[in-house]
T-cell receptor
Framework: AQRVTQPEKLLSVFKGAPVELKCNYS??????LFWYVQYSRQRLQLLLR??SRESIKGFTADLNKGETSFHLKKPFAQEEDSAMYYC???????????FGTGTRLQVFP | NAGVTQTPKFRILKIGQSMTLQCTQD?????MYWYRQDPGMGLKLIYY???????DKGEVPNGYNVSRSTTEDFPLRLELAAPSQTSVYFC????????????FGPGTRLTVT
């Protein structure tokens, strides 16, 4: 079955430290993966998608098919990065996104 | 643009009551979705629609109904509320399918007691 796993419920770092939010997936086809973010008192919104190969707000995520991972990374965390982060997998030939359970990132000053 | 709006923000229902969660988008998006999020869990798709007049089940459709009579509106109906339906409900829309950016509403927190 297709599944998205985010093993950490909470990740706490200090400002300026590197951040890696883990996402693993199980899917037999070619995956399309996304990171969504929800800042405090704001709506859930798209952060980045793997096919775009883009860096948004200093975050990057590389699809590793061998390890079936799509970890979200940032070299130097900022306090404004504190939020809830969700990894999501698109199932090809469906109209469905599968979301992970989310990781709360806390960045301390 | 208001984006995606949901009403109400909060609601408490008694077991067996019915209600409709409203969702409206003003972006002329074709796709609309309803998700629920239980504490500590990810979002689970309840129903979705690819355009006016077309709806389909998601992962957890039981106990819910939807309709899509216009492009803008996608109401979610709970017919006989049960405690298991206590959750936060999110409506979202996207221009085309789910690989396009989904725009989310602010959510409705529903408690069934």
């Amino acid at each position: 079955a297709q599944r998205v796993t985010q093993p950490e419920k909470l990740l706490s770092v200090f400002k300026g430290a590197p951040v890696e939010l883990k996402c693993n997936y199980s899917y037999s086809g070619s995956p399309e993966l996304f990171w969504y973010v929800q800042y405090s008192r704001q709506r859930l919104q798209l952060l980045l998608r793997h096919i775009s190969r883009e860096s948004i707000k200093g975050f990057t995520a590389d699809l590793n098919k061998g390890e079936t991972s799509f970890h979200l990374k940032k070299p130097f965390a900022q306090e404004e990065d504190s939020a809830m982060y969700y990894c999501a997998l698109f199932r090809v030939n469906t109209d469905k996104l599968i979301f992970g359970t989310g990781t709360r990132l806390q960045v301390f000053p | 643009n208001a984006g995606v709006t949901q009403t109400p923000k909060f609601r408490i229902l008694k077991i067996g009551q019915s209600m409709t969660l409203q969702c409206t988008q003003d972006m002329n998006h074709n796709y609309m979705y309803w998700y629920r999020q239980d504490p500590g869990m990810g979002l689970k798709l309840i129903y979705y629609s690819v355009g006016a007049g077309i709806t389909d089940k998601g992962e957890v459709p039981n106990g819910y109904n939807v309709s899509r009579s216009t492009t803008e509106d996608f109401p979610l109906r709970l017919e006989l509320a049960a405690p298991s339906q206590t959750s936060v409900y999110f409506c979202a829309s996207s221009y085309r399918g789910p690989t396009y950016e989904q725009y989310f509403g602010p959510g409705t927190r529903l408690t069934v007691t």
